[in-house]
């Protein structure tokens, strides 16, 4: 395992906490679907800078190539940022990632095993699904009152 892209890949996750309780202060004083809007035209108004400044010019004309369903990420991540906006100032940043995390882990458990989207194939194996139990007992143990 490259440990390089995992604690990069950690820090993303740090910027996704901080991510989450800034929007859901920011939908708790805009409205949910307002305060996801303005997250998501912010991070468009950064991501274009950086294709204007740092990309290849000609590539964004590929996505008149690219299969269509591939353009979903976009709104998986509309739906997902419109979760958090909900859901961080009800049940906490933490349980509300934990579970977001666990709902990944789940999908991407999945994804990995029947290499749905041509990334490296991992077959699920004990430890893996010890893994997913551990984290659900995590969620448990997290929200338990």
Not at 23 to 52: D, M, Q, R
Not at 74 to 79: H, N, S
Not at 80 to 87: D, F, N, P
Request: net charge positive.
């Amino acid at each position: 395992m490259n440990w390089l892209f995992v604690l990069v890949t950690a820090c993303a996750g740090i910027l996704m906490s901080l991510q989450a309780g800034v929007n859901g202060a920011l939908g708790k004083k805009t409205g949910t679907i307002e305060g996801a809007f303005i997250s998501f035209a912010i991070g468009t108004l950064v991501l274009l800078l950086t294709v204007l400044f740092f990309g290849k010019g000609n590539s964004l004309l590929s996505v008149l190539t690219v299969p269509k369903w591939q353009l979903l990420g976009g709104f998986l991540g509309a739906v997902y940022v419109t979760v958090m906006v909900i859901a961080a100032p009800k049940i906490g940043v933490g349980s509300a990632l934990l579970a977001s995390i666990a709902g990944q882990m789940v999908a991407s458990t999945l994804i990995d095993h029947f290499n749905l989207f041509g990334g490296k194939q991992i077959p699920i194996d004990w430890k893996r699904i010890t893994a997913l139990l551990l984290i659900a007992a995590a969620l448990y143990l997290f929200n338990k009152k």
